[in-house]
Each structure stands twice: as C-alpha cells, then as structure tokens.
C-alpha cells in the first residue's frame, strides 16, 4: 500500500513548516543572522503564553513583527521531536526564505492550554461567550496582549505586526484581529478554519467527516499544560490497509468509537454528539465576530482542499461585508490543504498544473503583500483584489471580487438515459432509481488506503461510475471550452422508500480517450497506484453530500416521507475550472461516500448513537421531468 498522508501528518508538516524544512534555495544557517529569544508573555487574566522571538542581529535598522499562533507547538521539530529552549532554531523562518532573508522579527506563539503556554485550550475558541472557565480566554484579547507587550519589550521595531498561519493557525489569525491592535497591518488567515460544522472539517451538508477526523482526533489529545518535553505525535493503528474495511467492519459510531481511548476521545466526542447545527457549533463559528478589522487581510485557500475548503471563501465574505475599506484580498489556487507551504503546486495526483504555483503564491503575491503593508515596498504591480487559479487552462486569473461578476448562472440538467443537457428535459414522468445499501457503501476512491489521500479530490471516478447505486449522467462531446468560477448548486427533485437519506453530488471532468499519457507517470509520491492512462480520465471537480433529514433546517431535523417527492439545494462548494473543447461534462449522484462520510442508516435516527438494526437498505429515486426536473446550478464565464 502507497503510504498516504493523513490530516494528522498534514497538520503537523504544516505546523513544522517553518520550524523543520527547508526549501532547496534556502540558507537555513539562522543563527548567523537571528537571535533567539524565549518569553512567556502575560495577559490580562495573568495567564502567561510561551513565545519564541527571532530577532535580527542586524540592529542599523527596525524590523516589523511577523507573528504566527499556533495549537501545534512553538517548539522545533528536531528528529520528529519537540525541543523547547534558545539553542534550537528551526531551517525556516517564516512563510518562505524570503522573509528572512528580507529581515522581519519573527514571532511564534503556543495559544492557551497547548504545549508551553498555560491556561485552557477551547476548541475553536468562542469569541463571545458568557462565562468563562478560569484560564479560558478570547483570541483576539491575546492578541492584542500580546503585541502591546512586544512592541513594549523587543528593541527595534517598527511599531508595525502582521500576522499569517493555516488551518487551525489560519484559524487564529483570523480570530487574532478582531477589534485590531492598531499596530496590527497585516494578516494572511490561509486554509482557515472557520466553521467546522458548514463545510470545514467536522462536517459537510450535515455528514460527518469520518476519515479524517477519527485520524485527527485519535492523536490530537489534551495534555497537561506546560507540558514536559520533548514530545511526539503518534498516528492511528487501524491493522490494516483499508480504512473502508475498517470502518465498514465497526458500521455504527458506537462501535468506531469504542477502539480509542478516552483521552483520545476527549475532543472528539463532542464533535460527534452535536450532530445537528447547534449552539456548540454557533458560538464557535468565528465569521459574524470579524468585525473592527483595521489591517489589510489576504485571505488564502485550495481548491483541494479537504479540510477546510469553506472557510476561506466565508472569511473572505465576511471581512468584506462587515469591514468597508480595508483591503480584503482572496487567493486560491491548485492545492491540497496548505500545499501552497509544503510543496511545488505543480499536480495532484495525475492531474498536472503545468508551473509551480506555490512559488508564484509565495512570491507574486504573498511576499509582496506583506512587504507593503508592513514596510512600505511598493511591489512591481499591484496586488488584485482576487487572484485565483482556473484548472483545466491552469492559468491565474484576476478580480475586482469573488465570484467574478461576470459570471451568470446556468442550470445543467439530469437527462432521461443518462443525459446531462442545457435545457429542461421534457420527458414526463421520468426518473431514475438505484437501491442504496449502507452495508455495501460506494466508497470515495478506488484503491485501499487509510486516512484521507491527498489525492482524492480530483480522484479518478471511473470505478464509481461501474456500480449500480450510481447514478451518472454525461454531456455529449463540448465543442467550445466550457468555464464555470462560483458556487456549484445542486438543484434535485428526490424520493426515497427510507426515512433519511444522505445524496452526494459529484462533478466531474471526462478526459477523451486519446488524451496523451503523462511521461511523469509514477514518478510522483502522491500518485496512488495503479498506474493508468489518462484518456478517458473521470476527475472529480467537486463533490458533497446532503445528509437528507437536514433539506430544511440544519437546527431541526426532519424524517423523510417515504415515497414523497421532495426537493434538495445545497451547495457542493465553490469552483474555477474550463471543461475544455473535446472534454465531457458527467454528473454522479448516490448515497454513501464511504469511509469519507459517516454511514447514514436511512432510518431517522440519532445517528451518533445508532444501533445495527437500523441500517436497512433504501430506494433513491431522482426525478428529471418537466416540474420536478433535477439538475446543477453553475456559474459560467461568458
């Protein structure tokens, strides 16, 4: 079995990014040029947070803070391990060598409750909250606390900050500048977690996210705090090379469950109890706090991301809507969860980018950004509101906002024999059934593998389309090139014989049969096995499910009326990508994407506490006639 990367792994090479690797044009000898310092800065509560400071020992001029907080350690990764203490400096500084080559006073800081810093940790910190347990704290009174203090203690600054992370990190940046320390000039949220109930980690369209948050949570634990070091981190032990198998063998969360230890389960209990959209998800869902922003914001993200590919597109929204004239820039690009940090950006998996858009990221747009707002450096040209990669063409492309306005909305329908077409089928009377079987679940890649794939998000779907419980639809030959940038809105007219159901939509990009292979073939580490041809390539653009009982309210949860055509709208998230001349357009619905999605029993249950019994087969109906006609909203480029 190829060895995959699992959000656990991802989580922490991102985490030790600037603490344990180096890039091939850097010069990783950091104590020539910085001087380290270690603080525990107080806040307000008197709860004292550990802080690495790196400062230059170039003191002819001033330098802006450059501060990352973190869950994940302040530490330095030295052979897999944590060392805390001055003599340990990391390969890296800051988001890439150009900042330290460029001079910056570099800050990284352990949050509440994690590793050397004292107080609690909260998961997703809420930032309004009514009472707070002794140690409990707000981001973005740490924040402030904390720039106060160095611009008060460290020599030679500028008396300007920014700030910058990803995921869990980029969830704290934008937590961080909330009412904004007035030093504060800059911050990156990138991969930011932001909601982890609408479509970041925890859950999507209702479903729970298995995979990776039982890998996540297994090793992400709570520990005593400041805790002793060194410290490692140490991945699930599944026994086996499938986590389809695994989990398919345990069936209910009760069971899934019952193979970790309670500390494990600390943190993942809750997630997995609050299974409907409620004030344990509300109040820790940080967009309608990010007001008072006075920095200029360049939020970023993937468009693989599996993590967290919401919450850039809802930080970004939501600092423009309630933070009128500050700069609020978007970046996305071809990448998985922070690949823009960790590697060249030039494929995933088979599919090939064509450049290495990772530095374009770090040099075109991230580097220049904080440059200027944190130095003054005019960069060569000036950074567009949005900058955002377009697969299939793959070329960059620039805008005044996000989606661009340009782009109308165009419905493609599900067609009688498996058709996919512009116009409303006229058809009366039609549809098209398949049984779903939670015992037998579709699974979300075609090849044994535990963890989630980086990979999986432009996964070839050749092996879903083969099955029975598969719905696919087809456009005939595109004889133009076909350009969607926007949200992705599933339209379906839906009946089933069950009482819940979960429907996953799935677009995707059919390669023609004479598409030439890739000499690269094989070469690549992230490229699962076997090796294929790419003619006839089925690539998921985008796919999410809808967990049925929550078509009206993701507060209330309504059983389905068996046999009852109802009608579902979601959103599968947003996407830029060109269907190119010669390409197909193919639309897959079914009801399990397994071990990705949680099993839905298709029994209206509490399904965190489901029992065997009540996993029972269903039939899916999905209807495509004139008044109940089913289809995809998609935004087109003219």
């Given at each position: 079995?190829?060895?995959?990367?699992?959000?656990?792994?991802?989580?922490?090479?991102l985490?030790?990014?600037?603490?344990?690797?180096?890039?091939p044009?850097?010069?990783?000898?950091?104590?020539?040029?910085?001087?380290?310092?270690?603080f525990?800065?107080?806040?307000?509560?008197?709860?004292?947070?550990?802080?690495a400071?790196?400062?230059?020992?170039?003191?002819?001029?001033?330098?802006?803070?450059?501060?990352?907080?973190?869950?994940?350690?302040?530490?330095?990764?030295?052979?897999?391990?944590?060392?805390?203490?001055?003599?340990?400096?990391?390969?890296?500084?800051?988001?890439?060598?150009?900042?330290?080559?460029a001079?910056?006073?570099?800050?990284?800081?352990?949050?509440?409750?994690?590793?050397?810093?004292?107080?609690?940790?909260?998961?997703?910190?809420?930032?309004?909250?009514?009472?707070?347990?002794?140690?409990?704290?707000?981001?973005?009174?740490?924040?402030?606390?904390?720039?106060?203090?160095?611009?008060?203690?460290?020599?030679?600054?500028?008396?300007?900050?920014?700030?910058?992370?990803?995921?869990?990190?980029?969830?704290?940046?934008?937590?961080?500048i909330?009412?904004?320390?007035?030093?504060?000039?800059?911050?990156?949220?990138?991969?930011?977690?932001?909601?982890?109930?609408?479509?970041?980690?925890?859950?999507?369209?209702?479903?729970?996210?298995?995979?990776?948050?039982?890998?996540?949570?297994?090793?992400?634990?709570?520990?005593?705090?400041?805790?002793?070091?060194?410290?490692?981190?140490?991945?699930?032990?599944y026994?086996?090379?499938?986590?389809y198998?695994y989990?398919?063998?345990?069936?209910t969360?009760?069971?899934?469950?019952?193979?970790?230890?309670?500390?494990?389960?600390?943190?993942?209990?809750?997630?997995?109890?609050?299974?409907?959209?409620?004030?344990?998800?509300?109040?820790?869902?940080?967009?309608?706090?990010?007001?008072?922003?006075?920095?200029?914001?360049?939020?970023?993200?993937?468009?693989?991301?599996?993590?967290?590919?919401?919450?850039?597109?809802?930080?970004?929204?939501?600092?423009?809507?309630?933070?009128?004239?500050?700069?609020n820039?978007?970046?996305?690009?071809?990448?998985?969860?922070?690949?823009?940090?960790?590697?060249?950006?030039?494929?995933?998996?088979?599919?090939?980018?064509?450049?290495k858009?990772?530095?374009?990221?770090?040099?075109?747009?991230?580097?220049?950004?904080?440059?200027?707002?944190?130095?003054?450096?005019?960069?060569?040209?000036?950074i567009?509101?949005?900058?955002?990669?377009?697969?299939?063409?793959?070329?960059?492309?620039?805008?005044?906002?996000?989606?661009?306005?340009?782009?109308?909305a165009k419905?493609?329908?599900?067609?009688?024999?498996?058709?996919?077409?512009?116009?409303?089928?006229?058809?009366?009377?039609?549809?098209?059934?398949?049984?779903?079987?939670?015992?037998?679940?579709?699974?979300?890649?075609?090849?044994?593998?535990?963890?989630?794939?980086?990979?999986?998000?432009?996964?070839?779907?050749?092996?879903?389309?083969?099955?029975?419980?598969?719905?696919?639809y087809?456009?005939?030959?595109?004889?133009?090139?076909?350009?969607?940038?926007?949200?992705?809105?599933p339209?379906?007219?839906?009946?089933?014989?069950?009482?819940?159901?979960?429907?996953?939509?799935?677009?995707?990009?059919?390669?023609?049969q004479d598409?030439?292979?890739?000499?690269?073939?094989?070469?690549?580490?992230?490229?699962?096995?076997?090796?294929?041809?790419?003619?006839?390539?089925q690539?998921?653009?985008?796919?999410?499910?809808?967990?049925?009982?929550?078509?009206?309210?993701?507060?209330?949860?309504?059983?389905?009326?068996?046999?009852?055509?109802?009608?579902?709208?979601?959103?599968?998230?947003?996407?830029?990508?060109?269907?190119?001349?010669g390409?197909?357009?193919?639309?897959?619905?079914?009801?399990?994407?397994?071990?990705?999605?949680?099993?839905?029993?298709?029994?209206?249950?509490?399904?965190?506490?489901?029992?065997?019994?009540?996993?029972?087969?269903?039939?899916?109906?999905?209807?495509?006639?004139?008044?109940?006609?089913?289809?995809?909203?998609?935004?087109?480029?003219?």
């Amino acid at each position: 079995m190829l060895k995959q990367l699992s959000p656990l792994a991802l989580s922490l090479a991102l985490a030790f990014a600037g603490a344990a690797q180096a890039a091939p044009d850097e010069k990783p000898d950091l104590r020539a040029s910085y001087t380290k310092y270690e603080f525990r800065i107080p806040m307000r509560d008197g709860v004292r947070l550990f802080t690495a400071v790196y400062v230059p020992k170039d003191a002819s001029k001033t330098y802006p803070f450059l501060i990352e907080r973190t869950p994940y350690s302040a530490g330095v990764n030295v052979d897999e391990q944590l060392q805390y203490g001055v003599d340990f400096y990391p390969r890296r500084l800051g988001p890439s060598a150009d900042f330290s080559e460029a001079g910056y006073i570099f800050v990284k800081q352990d949050v509440r409750g994690r590793y050397m810093s004292e107080g609690k940790w909260q998961e997703m910190t809420p930032h309004a909250k009514a009472k707070r347990e002794a140690g409990e704290g707000n981001e973005s009174q740490d924040m402030h606390d904390t720039v106060d203090w160095l611009l008060k203690h460290v020599a030679n600054n500028n008396g300007k900050a920014g700030i910058y992370g990803i995921s869990y990190p980029g969830f704290y940046t934008s937590a961080s500048i909330i009412d904004s320390h007035p030093a504060i000039k800059a911050a990156s949220p990138q991969a930011p977690v932001t909601d982890l109930f609408m479509g970041d980690d925890s859950y999507h369209g209702g479903a729970f996210m298995l995979a990776a948050n039982f890998d996540f949570y297994a090793a992400f634990t709570e520990e005593k705090n400041p805790s002793p070091l060194p410290k490692t981190w140490s991945e699930f032990d599944y026994g086996m090379t499938s986590g389809y198998d695994y989990f398919l063998k345990g069936l209910t969360l009760p069971n899934i469950l019952s193979a970790m230890e309670p500390k494990q389960l600390a943190y993942l209990k809750p997630t997995i109890e609050h299974d409907t959209y409620d004030e344990f998800w509300k109040s820790r869902n940080i967009a309608p706090h990010l007001k008072g922003i006075k920095a200029a914001v360049l939020t970023v993200g993937g468009w693989f991301d599996s993590e967290d590919p919401q919450g850039p597109f809802t930080v970004y929204k939501a600092i423009g809507s309630q933070n009128p004239g500050i700069f609020n820039g978007l970046v996305v690009g071809p990448w998985v969860h922070g690949g823009w940090a960790g590697g060249e950006g030039k494929r995933l998996g088979h599919v090939k980018f064509d450049s290495k858009t990772s530095e374009y990221f770090n040099k075109k747009l991230l580097f220049p950004f904080f440059e200027e707002q944190l130095k003054g450096v005019k960069p060569a040209q000036p950074i567009a509101a949005v900058n955002t990669f377009e697969t299939g063409t793959n070329v960059w492309r620039q805008y005044s906002a996000w989606p661009p306005q340009q782009a109308r909305a165009k419905m493609l329908y599900l067609g009688p024999n498996g058709t996919l077409v512009w116009q409303q089928p006229a058809a009366a009377d039609a549809f098209d059934e398949y049984v779903s079987d939670p015992r037998k679940p579709v699974p979300y890649i075609g090849y044994p593998a535990t963890g989630v794939p980086r990979e999986y998000m432009v996964s070839d779907q050749r092996f879903a389309a083969s099955r029975p419980d598969v719905l696919t639809y087809q456009s005939d030959v595109l004889e133009e090139d076909v350009t969607i940038a926007g949200p992705v809105t599933p339209k379906l007219f839906v009946s089933t014989t069950g009482t819940d159901s979960d429907f996953v939509v799935k677009l995707i990009d059919v390669y023609p049969q004479d598409y030439p292979q890739d000499k690269e073939e094989g070469k690549q580490s992230d490229t699962p096995p076997p090796s294929l041809k790419m003619g006839g390539y089925q690539q998921l653009v985008r796919g999410n499910p809808l967990r049925g009982k929550f078509r009206h309210s993701f507060e209330k949860p309504e059983p389905f009326v068996p046999g009852k055509v109802e009608p579902l709208s979601y959103q599968l998230g947003d996407v830029q990508h060109t269907f190119r001349r010669g390409h197909r357009i193919m639309v897959q619905v079914q009801s399990s994407w397994f071990p990705l999605v949680d099993l839905n029993p298709q029994t209206f249950t509490n399904i965190p506490a489901a029992k065997p019994e009540d996993f029972v087969k269903a039939t899916q109906r999905v209807y495509h006639a004139p008044g109940t006609a089913s289809g995809l909203q998609l935004m087109v480029m003219p």
